[in-house]
Structures are given as structure tokens and as C-alpha cells.
Nanobody, 121 residues
Framework: QVQLVESGGGLVQPGGSLRLSCAASGSIFSINYMDWYRQAPGKQRELVAAIGGSTNYADSVKGRFTISKDNAKNTVYLQMNSLKPEDTAVYYC?????????????????WGQGTQVTVSS
């Protein structure tokens, strides 16, 4: 099994910054990609940023958020700058992971438990 543990959420004023972390642990053969989603109250979960061979961002966060990954630690980060009230949401880490149970590696999808980000004065 694989666990994703997120940290770094909290309350911040508009214009402020936060850095989210998500550490993957368990029987991991390799990680194809990791990404961050968010879900605001009454809205659908949306992709914020992804990192694999390249990085991708939602238009709403381009130029403000940066996703990065420490391969040695199986950890992905989301640096969020110039935060706006509309960034308020629960942020979820997601990973597409290869696990080898003895018959060759197979891909599985995992989610973290979510971390609350609130941007308010």
C-alpha cells in the first residue's frame, strides 16, 4: 500500500504565501507523476498543478504557484504566492504510482487526505 501525507495548509491573508508538501511512502516501485487538486465548497474538484516529465498549471494559478518534486524523498511541493480569496479550498495531493507485487510493475492511483487552505483578511 501507498500513503500520501500532506502538510502546510492554513490561514493566510490575501497576497500571502504558503507551501504545501505531500510525501508518498510505502511499496513504491516508481512514481509516474504527482499533482495537486483543490475543491472549494459547492464546486467540483479541479486540477491545480501536475509534475511528471514536465509541469502543467491551471490558468488561474499560472505565475503564482510553482510545483516541484524531490525524487529522493518521493515528495511533491506546491509553493503558492500572491494568494487570493478564491484560492480558498481543500487541497488534495494525488499520485500515479507503479507498484511491483512480483508480476511486474502496475499503475495505481492514490489520494491524500486533503489540507485546508483559507485566504482571508
Amino acid at each position: 500500500q501507498v500513503q500520501l501525507v500532506e502538510s502546510g495548509g492554513g490561514l493566510v491573508q490575501p497576497g500571502g504565501s504558503l507551501r504545501l508538501s505531500c510525501a508518498a511512502s510505502g511499496s513504491i516501485f516508481s512514481i509516474n507523476y504527482m499533482d495537486w487538486y483543490r475543491q472549494a465548497p459547492g464546486k467540483q474538484r479541479e486540477l491545480v498543478a501536475a509534475i511528471g516529465g514536465s509541469t502543467n498549471y491551471a490558468d488561474s494559478v499560472k505565475g503564482r504557484f510553482t510545483i516541484s518534486k524531490d525524487n529522493a524523498k518521493n515528495t511533491v511541493y506546491l509553493q503558492m504566492n500572491s494568494l487570493k480569496p478564491e484560492d480558498t479550498a481543500v487541497y488534495y495531493c494525488h499520485a500515479d504510482v507503479l507498484i511491483d507485487m512480483g508480476r511486474g510493475p502496475k499503475g495505481y492511483s492514490y489520494w491524500g487526505q486533503g489540507t485546508q487552505v483559507t485566504v482571508s483578511s
